[in-house]
Structures are given as structure tokens and as C-alpha cells.
């Protein structure tokens, strides 16, 4: 992990611009929000799917501006694809892969894709654990024989195990320090129980300790094959050379299960809770919501575009307006829709001095209650709209993007054709569709309401 | 989430050394108007996108204690309207036509960008030389921008132990130089901060002779090179911009200082006085810095995280992309159960080696590797392009990209040997320890 040093560049005016640039791919992730803009659409298709031999999804954009390859992988290994009873098993099992084959050790693994200059690296998640390299185009098969290598011939030493829980206890005590991260983990926890969105930190620290070997063995042979994996490659190669590629350096990895745990069904709310955690820190970090909709849900779009105008949509948001450009009360203020397989979250997230949080928490919720109960403006719907189609190509404008993409558009099965698409399905959401999926979705009365803040100061009313 | 973002942080704004490399021609157009605007057009025509950005030479180290803070607020003020675009209009403009903007603030610069499809490169040019010369600063906005910022103080800063300490440490380690305080400026002096201070500064920095636009993306330099100097040719030069005189004297002996906060983990950061990009020794560092930490295989990470296992994080940050000598630092966050001293020295121990053994041929190439493949991989993004262009022409000169890959090859491990040896001296550094204190 690195720490950014504080007199570096710093003191960006917007949320900053590394938060926009994270959010931009939490919705490309995530969300899948690729919009297809008027003008510069391209209308040729993003890429192309290819089934490889051993079952595996290629999705191939070729693009030959930079002698260089992006790959980027979804493999259905993420939290959910665990028994809810042991949280944090996916996660682990995911970062143990680059930390020794059967051919190489963590040593050798790292020696061997720094000497080149690339990266390789494979995370958990909730639905999907993620797997990515980027190498220069010359270093091609060095990079893909590493890439199989992790993927299908992991080891498990026990040594590395111990390492990496040990690694993982302490990031966890170390992230107590970041007063979002226990808002966040307190928000997941009473918005989702035990379903396994709602994985926290204090679940994986109490599980970990008891973990074995042999599960983290049993979770990767049931989970990892290549029926369950997609894989984007973007960059300077073509069909021709990189299919056989493929299909040699990933030929013989076993299937694995399609059929995953059942899930447990996240607790319902009835009315709103209130959680306080005291911190002797001097803003209280808010964050507010309750569960929202999965990705397929039809309404995905008419959710998006409402939460762009309540507090998505950055200088343009009904939030950010309020509670900062007119109060002065916030540096960040944002709203996000969570669109995961399975029903995800709404989340309203704000940091305000210790003093305001009372003001800010009424100000958030009669903006909930305001767009749930009049039509927004049509100077809004035009503006969101404006925005989501026309920004399209800046989706699109590196090859971490573009795969980004190709693997939403797979996982979510969207259609290669989703780019071309975007636009229309975007312009025919009305104001009438807002103001519905406003009221159904968003629930004032029935929120989780998350304050981490020095509680003396803040006196919450609620 | 929060561990996506650091990274996210690092890899797009610390600019790292190892991506800012070179190549033989980058393939700019460079022309300064008659009004003493640099412009810097690079054509890349692969994605229907442009970014415009617009530096101006002018950050926290032209400010005075008690005064600290004022050019970010004033990039704040940037977006509060100008007689012909009110309130809340830039942004809401940009982004009605697809775009996204921003600006940032740092010790030598003030930079604003819009990123748009290309189509859309004609709203830069009116927003961009209009809030050039026409900022309102109006006085009921400012009062309530310098509480969003005093916000975003508390929350990068001061609710934040680690970065507290650093802010400490860095304070600590120039006596002379505006170097020593913090971008977003010390508490009280936001606090104290008028309307006129903004003015003043305003009317001192913000003017063609001190600016330089960068645009990269898809356009067409014959087309856009007359708009621009349509846009901004008239607008007038402004005075000279007084110099900073500032020279940060030889340190003459190590400086410790300690932050004793409510944290969960110490840290332990050590800052090493060095020189700056203009120097020849900057290249044989930044080597140095890729052998140091650059990947898992990298020294501090191999042996304080992974071998033995005493911090949770270690690395080598140069901060050599300034105007002036700045600071190497490395660092460490310390395990549980380990304590700041041995930690503290298992990073000097790393240094020491660097002194006493030459690099192996094989480490010196894929430090250099990683530098070149970071140059062609950052090719990929036209703002990250522009912005090392407007980088490295705000505190040097924009043409040390095209030679910087050759003269980082010709690094040798004698060159890495010595400069460890010149500036690693505990007599130079300045060292900064986080002490956990819980209730």
C-alpha cells in the first residue's frame, strides 16, 4: 500500500479528481455506465466475442496505437461465491495466487513482471474476484505464461497464507484510522446483515485467524475454471496471434462450480436507524442510505439518471449545490447507486465539521424527500442526460477503460452493441420515469444512518 | 474502496517518477503569443477526446506565512463566476456538454482542466480566457468557499494522523524555503484570509505572461492554434511576476520530530534534502527510487514487508518535479507488535547497502525498464501526457521529456552509488514518527 505525501500535488477543488476518477470506474465496474454520446460514437462495435476452446469468454478490442496489452479479468470468485459463514476466504484466496506456483515463487512472480515493466495482480470483490495485466506488447508472453500461471497453479503455501492474513489483520486496525471507512462499514453491516454484500472488516478479522489451508485449497478448485472467467484484452494485438495464445497457455485449467451459495436475504428496515460511533476526530463523517437494485433491475437506468441529479452528477447535483456551493458546509458531497448481480445500495456520503452534522443530515434527507415528491425540472433531465451521453467517449479513452467495459458488457450481458445503444435508452427516460423510481427506491423514513463523529460536538438530534 | 482510491491517488496525481520519461520527439507544437502565453499542442488522434488544460506558475511557494493557503483558495474562487458566466456556471457548463473539470493546486502550480469529446474544444477557449482576467471573487461566496476548504482540511489533513505527521515533518524540514508549509495552508491563516488577499494574488499571477496552455488529443493544430490566439492574444500581459528569492540552507545536522495522535499504527517517514529535475543528479535518483520501491520485487518492499515482516507498507517517494531542492523521503508504516526503531532502522539499513554494495547489473536494468515501459504505458492517456507537459514546463522546461529517457539509460551503478552516498546522510534528513496515543 502507498501513502501519498501530503506536499505533493494536493488540494484539488472537486471531490478531486483521483474520487472522480475512482467513481468513473466504480460506474464502468460496477454500474456499467458507458454512455454512447450524440455525435462521436463510433459505430463501428467496442470489440469481439470470441469462446475459446477451454470455455472461456474473449472479449478482444484491438488497438494498435501503443505497442502495449491490457488485460483485465472477472472471474465469479467474489464474496458471494463463499459460504456466508466465511467471510473474507474469497478476498484471501484471491491475493494468494500471485504468491507462489507450482513453477515460481511470490519472489519469482514479482522479479519477473517488474524486470519488464509491467503489472500483474488479482483481487477478491463481492460478485467477482478481478484479474489484471498490462504489459508492453513485446513482453506478451511473458506476460500471459505469468497470468495462467497464477491463475491455474497456485501453491497455498502456509508460509504465505500466514503472511498475507497477518498483512490483512493489520490493514484492517489501520483502516479504523479512516473515519469513512468505519462510517462505510457500519452502513454495509446494517443494510445488508449477513448477506455477503455485507462482508466487513470485523467479520474478516474474526474469521481469518481460524482459516485453513484446505478451504482456501477447496474455495479456488470449486471456484476458479475457466467457465466462470471473462477476459477483456485491449491493445496491440490481434485475433489471429492472441486466440491461440489463449487457448495454449490456459488449456488444461479445470471447470469449476457455476451453481452459487444461496444467499441470505439482507435484514428488512422499517423505520430509520440511527447508528453513532464516537471518534475524537473534528468532522463527523455521514453516511446515510439503504439497500438499492441490481444491475439487471429494468429501472437501472431511470435510478441512475435521478441519482445523478440528487447527488451523482458532481457540480450538478442537488446535494453538492446545497450542502456545499450554498452552505459552504462540505468539501465532499456525493450520492451513489451500487448496481451489483444482486440488489446493491443507495448511499448519500458527506463529511461536515463535527457541529453541522445535524444540519446536514435534515438538508439530505428533505433533498431525498423533495425529488420523491415533484417532477425535476426539465432543464435537469436535459442537463443529466447531456452529460451521461456526451461524456461517452471519455469512457472510452484508455485501454483500462475500453476493458473495463467489454467486461461489464459481458457480466451484465449488455451486447457488444451497448455503446450504440446508450444514448437512446438514456433519452427515453422521462420525468414522469424519475419522480416513480424515486418514490419506489428511495425510502427517507426508512434509512440507515451512519454518523462517525465526536459525538459531544455533534449532539445528533436523531 | 479506500485502498482503490490511495492507489488510484498515487498512480494519477503523485506523478510518479517512473512515468514521466521521454521520448526522442514528443511531437509538440510550442508558440508563445506576443502576450507572453506558452502554448503546448500535442495531436493524438486515437480516441475522439481532447483535454484542455491551462498552469499557471503559481502555488503555495509564492505565498507568506500567515498568508499560506491562498492560491487554493483562489483555484476555488476559479469556479465561482466571472461577470459573463455567474455562479456555478462553469461546471454546469462543462458538464451540460459532456465534459468533466477540475484544477488542482500545488506547491509551484495552479492547473485547470476540461476534458471533452472533441467536438466540444470551443468551450474551453471562452470559459478558460474569460476567467483569465475576469474572476468576480465575490465576497459572500468567498466566505463561504473558505469554510468548504477549511472542510477539506480537516478531512485530508488534520482527521488523518499519518498526514499530519508528514505536514509536520516537511514543516520541519525547511527553515527558509515556502516549501515548509502545505498546499492547502495552515488553519488559522485560512481562517484569516481576506477577500483582498485574493484579489492581490489574483492580479499577480493570473495573467498570460505566467500561464501556459497544454492541449493534447484530437484536434487540429493549424485550426486551433489561430482560436487560441484569438481567445487569449487580447488579452493583456501583466506585470512581471516577482521572483522568489527563497534558498533553503545546507542542513547541518538530522531533525526528529514526533506526532503523538490518536492512531492505531506509527509510522515512521525520513525526509533526505535533494536536488530538483533541473539537476544532473536527478536522473541517477530516480533510478535510484525504481530500485528502491518500485513493485513487490523492490528493496524496501522485499525486505521490511515481505522478508521480515515489520511494516505494512514501505517505500521511496522523489519529489524532484519542482522548482526548487526538495525532498526524497522513504517510508514505512510499522506492523503490529513491531516497534518505530527497529522499523526506522531495517530503512536505513536498505539506504546503508546502496552506499556500501553496487546495484547488480540486472536491478539496475529493470529499475530502468520500469521507467520506459511507465513512459509507453503513459502514452495511453492524453491527460496524464498533458499534464507531464505542463508539468515539467511550469518548473523547468517541457523539453527535458523528450531527452529524459536517454539520460535515465545512461544512469551507471557508480552514478547510483554516489549520489546514495552524497545526499543519504543522516546529517541531511529530517525524520518524522507518528506515535499512536489511544484512549
Same mark, same amino acid.
Given at each position: 500500500?502507498?501513502?501519498?505525501?501530503?506536499?505533493?500535488?494536493?488540494?484539488?477543488?472537486?471531490?478531486?479528481?483521483?474520487?472522480?476518477?475512482?467513481?468513473?470506474?466504480?460506474?464502468?465496474?460496477?454500474?456499467?455506465?458507458?454512455?454512447?454520446?450524440?455525435?462521436?460514437?463510433?459505430?463501428?462495435?467496442?470489440?469481439?466475442?470470441?469462446?475459446?476452446?477451454?470455455?472461456?469468454?474473449?472479449?478482444?478490442?484491438?488497438?494498435?496505437?501503443?505497442?502495449?496489452?491490457?488485460?483485465?479479468?472477472?472471474?465469479?470468485?467474489?464474496?458471494?461465491?463463499?459460504?456466508?459463514?466465511?467471510?473474507?476466504?474469497? +478476498?484471501?484466496?484471491?491475493?494468494?495466487?500471485?504468491?507462489?506456483?507450482?513453477?515460481?515463487?511470490?519472489?519469482?512472480?514479482?522479479?519477473?513482471?517488474?524486470?519488464?515493466?509491467?503489472?500483474?495482480?488479482?483481487?477478491?470483490?463481492?460478485?467477482?474476484?478481478?484479474?489484471?495485466?498490462?504489459?508492453?506488447?513485446?513482453?506478451?508472453?511473458?506476460?500471459?505464461?505469468?497470468?495462467?500461471?497464477?491463475?491455474?497453479?497456485?501453491?497455498?503455501?502456509?508460509?504465505?497464507?500466514?503472511?498475507?492474513?497477518?498483512?490483512?489483520?493489520?490493514?484492517?486496525?489501520?483502516?479504523?484510522?479512516?473515519?469513512?471507512?468505519?462510517?462505510?462499514?457500519?452502513?454495509?453491516?446494517?443494510?445488508?446483515?449477513?448477506?455477503?454484500?455485507?462482508?466487513?472488516?470485523?467479520?474478516?478479522?474474526?474469521?481469518?485467524?481460524?482459516?485453513?489451508?484446505?478451504?482456501?485449497?477447496?474455495?479456488?478448485?470449486?471456484?476458479?475454471?475457466?467457465?466462470?472467467?471473462?477476459?477483456?484484452?485491449?491493445?496491440?494485438?490481434?485475433?489471429?496471434?492472441?486466440?491461440?495464445?489463449?487457448?495454449?497457455?490456459?488449456?488444461?485449467?479445470?471447470?469449476?462450480?457455476?451453481?452459487?451459495?444461496?444467499?441470505?436475504?439482507?435484514?428488512?428496515?422499517?423505520?430509520?436507524?440511527?447508528?453513532?460511533?464516537?471518534?475524537?476526530?473534528?468532522?463527523?463523517?455521514?453516511?446515510?442510505?439503504?439497500?438499492?437494485?441490481?444491475?439487471?433491475?429494468?429501472?437501472?437506468?431511470?435510478?441512475?439518471?435521478?441519482?445523478?441529479?440528487?447527488?451523482?452528477?458532481?457540480?450538478?447535483?442537488?446535494?453538492?449545490?446545497?450542502?456545499?456551493?450554498?452552505?459552504?458546509?462540505?468539501?465532499?458531497?456525493?450520492?451513489?447507486?451500487?448496481?451489483?448481480?444482486?440488489?446493491?445500495?443507495?448511499?448519500?456520503?458527506?463529511?461536515?465539521?463535527?457541529?453541522?452534522?445535524?444540519?446536514?443530515?435534515?438538508?439530505?434527507?428533505?433533498?431525498?424527500?423533495?425529488?420523491?415528491?415533484?417532477?425535476?425540472?426539465?432543464?435537469?433531465?436535459?442537463?443529466?442526460?447531456?452529460?451521461?451521453?456526451?461524456?461517452?467517449?471519455?469512457?472510452?479513452?484508455? +485501454?483500462?477503460?475500453?476493458?473495463?467495459?467489454?467486461? +461489464?458488457?459481458?457480466?451484465?450481458?449488455?451486447?457488444?452493441?451497448?455503446?450504440?445503444?446508450?444514448?437512446?435508452?438514456?433519452?427515453?427516460?422521462?420525468?414522469?420515469?424519475?419522480?416513480?423510481?424515486?418514490?419506489?427506491?428511495?425510502?427517507?423514513?426508512?434509512?440507515?444512518?451512519?454518523?462517525?463523529?465526536?459525538?459531544?460536538?455533534?449532539?445528533?438530534?436523531? | 474502496?479506500?485502498?482503490?482510491?490511495?492507489?488510484?491517488?498515487?498512480?494519477?496525481?503523485?506523478?510518479?517518477?517512473?512515468?514521466?520519461?521521454?521520448?526522442?520527439?514528443?511531437?509538440?507544437?510550442?508558440?508563445?503569443?506576443?502576450?507572453?502565453?506558452?502554448?503546448?499542442?500535442?495531436?493524438?488522434?486515437?480516441?475522439?477526446?481532447?483535454?484542455?488544460?491551462?498552469?499557471?506558475?503559481?502555488?503555495?511557494? @509564492?505565498?507568506?506565512?500567515?498568508?499560506?493557503?491562498?492560491?487554493?483558495?483562489?483555484?476555488?474562487?476559479?469556479?465561482?463566476?466571472?461577470?459573463?458566466?455567474?455562479?456555478?456556471?462553469?461546471?454546469?457548463?462543462?458538464?451540460?456538454?459532456?465534459?468533466?473539470? /477540475?484544477?488542482?493546486?500545488?506547491?509551484?502550480?495552479?492547473?485547470?482542466?476540461? /476534458?471533452?469529446?472533441?467536438?466540444?474544444?470551443?468551450?474551453?477557449?471562452?470559459?478558460?480566457?474569460?476567467?483569465?482576467? @475576469?474572476?468576480?471573487?465575490?465576497?459572500?461566496?468567498?466566505?463561504?468557499?473558505?469554510?468548504?476548504?477549511?472542510?477539506?482540511?480537516?478531512?485530508?489533513?488534520?482527521?488523518?494522523?499519518?498526514? *499530519?505527521?508528514?505536514?509536520?515533518?516537511?514543516?520541519?524540514?525547511?527553515?527558509?524555503?515556502?516549501?515548509?508549509?502545505?498546499?492547502?495552508?495552515?488553519?488559522?491563516?485560512?481562517?484569516?484570509?481576506?477577500?483582498?488577499?485574493?484579489?492581490?494574488?489574483?492580479?499577480?499571477?493570473?495573467?498570460? @505572461?505566467?500561464? *501556459?496552455?497544454?492541449?493534447?488529443?484530437?484536434?487540429?493544430?493549424?485550426?486551433?492554434?489561430?482560436?487560441?490566439?484569438?481567445?487569449?492574444?487580447?488579452?493583456?500581459?501583466?506585470?512581471?511576476?516577482?521572483?522568489?528569492?527563497?534558498?533553503?540552507?545546507?542542513?547541518?545536522?538530522?531533525?526528529?520530530?514526533?506526532?503523538?495522535?490518536?492512531?492505531?499504527?506509527?509510522?515512521?517517514?525520513?525526509?533526505?534534502? *535533494?536536488?530538483?529535475?533541473?539537476?544532473?543528479?536527478?536522473?541517477?535518483?530516480?533510478?535510484?527510487?525504481?530500485?528502491?520501491?518500485?513493485?513487490?520485487?523492490?528493496?524496501?518492499?522485499?525486505?521490511?514487508?515481505?522478508?521480515?515482516?515489520?511494516?505494512?507498507?514501505?517505500?521511496?517517494?522523489?519529489?524532484?518535479?519542482?522548482?526548487?531542492?526538495?525532498?526524497?523521503?522513504?517510508?514505512?508504516?510499522?506492523?503490529?507488535?513491531?516497534?518505530?526503531?527497529?522499523?526506522?532502522?531495517?530503512?536505513?539499513?536498505?539506504?546503508?547497502?546502496?552506499?556500501?554494495?553496487?546495484?547488480?547489473?540486472?536491478?539496475?536494468?529493470?529499475?530502468?525498464?520500469?521507467?520506459?515501459?511507465?513512459?509507453?504505458?503513459?502514452?495511453?492517456?492524453?491527460?496524464?501526457?498533458?499534464?507531464?507537459?505542463?508539468?515539467?514546463?511550469?518548473?523547468? /522546461?517541457?523539453?527535458?521529456? !523528450?531527452?529524459?529517457?536517454?539520460?535515465?539509460?545512461?544512469?551507471?551503478? !557508480?552514478?547510483?552509488?554516489?549520489?546514495?552516498?552524497?545526499?543519504?546522510?543522516?546529517?541531511?534528513?529530517?525524520?518524522?514518527?507518528?506515535?499512536? *496515543?489511544?484512549?
Amino acid at each position: 500500500m502507498l501513502y501519498l505525501l501530503s506536499n505533493g500535488v494536493n488540494g484539488m477543488r472537486n471531490t478531486s479528481l483521483l474520487k472522480k476518477v475512482l467513481c468513473l470506474l466504480t460506474f464502468l465496474v460496477l454500474a456499467t455506465q458507458a454512455a454512447a454520446a450524440g455525435t462521436a460514437v463510433a459505430a463501428k462495435p467496442l470489440g469481439k466475442r470470441i469462446v475459446l476452446e477451454n470455455g472461456m469468454v474473449l472479449l478482444l478490442s484491438e488497438k494498435h496505437d501503443i505497442p502495449m496489452v491490457t488485460v483485465s479479468m472477472a472471474i465469479k470468485a467474489g464474496n458471494t461465491a463463499a459460504p456466508a459463514e466465511k467471510p473474507g476466504i474469497a +478476498s484471501l484466496t484471491a491475493s494468494l495466487l500471485t504468491q507462489g506456483t507450482a513453477r515460481r515463487t511470490a519472489g519469482q512472480i514479482s522479479s519477473e513482471i517488474d524486470f519488464i515493466g509491467g503489472s500483474l495482480s488479482v483481487s477478491g470483490g463481492d460478485d467477482f474476484a478481478s484479474a489484471g495485466l498490462r504489459v508492453l506488447k513485446k513482453d506478451l508472453t511473458i506476460g500471459f505464461d505469468l497470468l495462467a500461471d497464477v491463475l491455474m497453479n497456485p501453491v497455498f503455501d502456509q508460509k504465505e497464507i500466514d503472511r498475507k492474513v497477518k498483512e490483512i489483520l493489520a490493514s484492517i486496525q489501520q483502516q479504523k484510522d479512516e473515519p469513512g471507512v468505519v462510517a462505510g462499514e457500519a452502513f454495509t453491516k446494517e443494510v445488508f446483515g449477513r448477506n455477503s454484500y455485507g462482508q466487513t472488516n470485523e467479520d474478516v478479522a474474526a474469521y481469518l485467524p481460524k482459516l485453513t489451508r484446505q478451504e482456501i485449497v477447496d474455495f479456488y478448485h470449486a471456484r476458479y475454471g475457466p467457465n466462470n472467467a471473462v477476459v477483456a484484452i485491449v491493445g496491440d494485438v490481434t485475433e489471429a496471434e492472441i486466440v491461440p495464445l489463449l487457448n495454449r497457455y490456459f488449456k488444461g485449467w479445470k471447470q469449476s462450480e457455476r451453481t452459487l451459495p444461496a444467499s441470505i436475504d439482507p435484514p428488512g428496515i422499517e423505520k430509520n436507524i440511527v447508528r453513532k460511533i464516537n471518534k475524537d476526530i473534528t468532522q463527523a463523517n455521514i453516511a446515510m442510505g439503504h439497500l438499492g437494485i441490481s444491475r439487471s433491475n429494468p429501472d437501472y437506468y431511470a435510478v441512475m439518471i435521478m441519482n445523478y441529479i440528487l447527488g451523482g452528477g458532481g457540480f450538478s447535483s442537488r446535494l453538492m449545490d446545497s450542502i456545499r456551493d450554498n452552505k459552504g458546509l462540505a468539501y465532499d458531497v456525493h450520492s451513489s447507486v451500487v448496481a451489483l448481480k444482486e440488489p446493491g445500495s443507495f448511499e448519500i456520503t458527506i463529511q461536515t465539521k463535527n457541529e453541522s452534522a445535524n444540519e446536514v443530515i435534515a438538508e439530505s434527507l428533505k433533498e431525498v424527500g423533495r425529488i420523491r415528491s415533484e417532477l425535476v425540472a426539465e432543464k435537469e433531465l436535459a442537463d443529466a442526460k447531456a452529460y451521461l451521453t456526451g461524456s461517452f467517449p471519455l469512457r472510452m479513452d484508455t +485501454s483500462a477503460k475500453i476493458a473495463g467495459i467489454l467486461v +461489464s458488457i459481458e457480466i451484465y450481458n449488455l451486447g457488444l452493441d451497448f455503446p450504440q445503444k446508450y444514448a437512446g435508452i438514456i433519452n427515453s427516460v422521462t420525468r414522469e420515469d424519475i419522480f416513480r423510481v424515486a418514490k419506489k427506491y428511495l425510502h427517507p423514513d426508512r434509512m440507515v444512518i451512519v454518523v462517525v463523529a465526536n459525538q459531544e460536538k455533534a449532539k445528533l438530534k436523531y | 474502496m479506500r485502498i482503490i482510491k490511495v492507489v488510484a491517488l498515487i498512480s494519477l496525481l503523485s506523478v510518479s517518477i517512473a512515468a514521466m520519461s521521454f521520448a526522442q520527439d514528443l511531437k509538440v507544437t510550442e508558440k508563445v503569443l506576443p502576450n507572453g502565453l506558452k502554448v503546448l499542442l500535442k495531436e493524438e488522434h486515437k480516441a475522439p477526446v481532447v483535454t484542455f488544460q491551462v498552469w499557471y506558475k503559481v502555488g503555495s511557494r @509564492n505565498e507568506k506565512l500567515g498568508r499560506t493557503g491562498v492560491s487554493h483558495v483562489l483555484e476555488h474562487m476559479m469556479f465561482k463566476g466571472t461577470k459573463k458566466y455567474g455562479p456555478k456556471q462553469f461546471s454546469q457548463t462543462v458538464q451540460r456538454n459532456g465534459g468533466n473539470d /477540475n484544477a488542482f493546486t500545488g506547491r509551484d502550480y495552479t492547473a485547470y482542466f476540461e /476534458n471533452f469529446a472533441s467536438d466540444r474544444i470551443a468551450i474551453s477557449l471562452d470559459l478558460e480566457s474569460d476567467r483569465m482576467q @475576469n474572476l468576480l471573487l465575490d465576497p459572500r461566496d468567498f466566505q463561504s468557499e473558505r469554510d468548504v476548504v477549511k472542510e477539506e482540511r480537516r478531512m485530508r489533513t488534520d482527521d488523518d494522523p499519518t498526514s *499530519t505527521m508528514v505536514e509536520q515533518m516537511t514543516a520541519a524540514a525547511f527553515i527558509a524555503h515556502p516549501y515548509q508549509w502545505p498546499v492547502i495552508g495552515w488553519m488559522a491563516d485560512l481562517g484569516s484570509l481576506t477577500r483582498d488577499d485574493l484579489v492581490e494574488h489574483y492580479r499577480r499571477y493570473y495573467a498570460p @505572461n505566467n500561464a *501556459t496552455i497544454v492541449v493534447a488529443g484530437d484536434f487540429d493544430t493549424k485550426t486551433l492554434l489561430p482560436q487560441i490566439e484569438k481567445y487569449f492574444g487580447r488579452i493583456p500581459r501583466g506585470p512581471a511576476v516577482p521572483a522568489v528569492g527563497a534558498v533553503e540552507p545546507r542542513q547541518l545536522g538530522e531533525r526528529r520530530i514526533v506526532v503523538k495522535q490518536q492512531a492505531e499504527l506509527p509510522a515512521v517517514f525520513a525526509g533526505y534534502h *535533494t536536488p530538483d529535475i533541473k539537476h544532473a543528479d536527478s536522473f541517477a535518483l530516480d533510478v535510484l527510487q525504481g530500485i528502491l520501491s518500485s513493485g513487490k520485487s523492490s528493496r524496501l518492499y522485499k525486505a521490511l514487508v515481505y522478508e521480515k515482516q515489520l511494516a505494512l507498507y514501505a517505500g521511496g517517494d522523489y519529489d524532484n518535479i519542482a522548482n526548487d531542492p526538495s525532498l526524497f523521503y522513504v517510508y514505512a508504516g510499522v506492523m503490529p507488535g513491531k516497534t518505530t526503531d527497529e522499523v526506522e532502522q531495517a530503512l536505513y539499513a536498505e539506504i546503508e547497502k546502496l552506499k556500501t554494495t553496487p546495484v547488480a547489473d540486472e536491478e539496475l536494468q529493470k529499475a530502468k525498464n520500469q521507467i520506459e515501459s511507465s513512459f509507453i504505458m503513459g502514452q495511453d492517456s492524453i491527460f496524464y501526457q498533458a499534464m507531464l507537459l505542463g508539468q515539467f514546463e511550469t518548473v523547468a /522546461n517541457w523539453k527535458l521529456l !523528450e531527452t529524459y529517457i536517454d539520460t535515465v539509460r545512461a544512469v551507471t551503478k !557508480e552514478d547510483v552509488m554516489r549520489v546514495a552516498t552524497q545526499y543519504f546522510t543522516q546529517d541531511n534528513r529530517t525524520v518524522g514518527i507518528l506515535v499512536p *496515543t489511544k484512549k
